[in-house]
């Protein structure tokens, strides 16, 4: 177990974008499930993308072809590409880290490092 820190939240117009990065440290993201959640204020936690070194990409529907998880193994990093930000993307993103022997999936109870969040807003 390690430690997750975000940055990149903000505000923006819809249509805009926006990149999040996720810095690990106590321990590599090599053999970890690495995943995206976001809550919005009033609903449940949701996962948004999930990306390990094996397999391709997991992303929610309501994502899909507007987010891009990427790793960057050198800092040890990953990062959430947003494009093409809607209204109902508004909530705090938070990125985790876990390992499980069914293999990632975005259940917030098989991920045991978290970030603090970070805030997207989008306004129309």
């Known amino acids: 177990q390690g430690q997750l820190v975000e940055s990149g939240g903000g505000s923006v117009q819809a249509g805009g974008s926006l990149k999040l990065s996720c810095a690990a440290s106590?321990?590599?993201?090599?053999?970890?499930?690495m995943a995206w959640f976001r809550q919005a204020p009033g609903k449940e936690r949701e996962g948004v993308a999930i990306?390990?070194?094996?397999?391709?990409?997991w992303y929610n529907s309501a994502v899909k072809g507007r987010f891009t998880i990427s790793k960057d193994s050198a800092k040890n990093t990953f990062d959430l590409q947003i494009d093409n930000l809607k209204s109902e993307d508004t909530a705090a993103y938070y990125c985790a880290t876990g390992s499980h022997p069914l293999g990632c999936r975005p259940v917030q109870e098989e991920y045991d490092s978290w970030g603090q969040g970070t805030q997207v807003t989008v306004s129309s």
């Open positions: 106590g321990h590599t993201l090599d053999s970890k499930c």
């Open positions: 990306l390990h070194r094996i397999g391709t990409p």
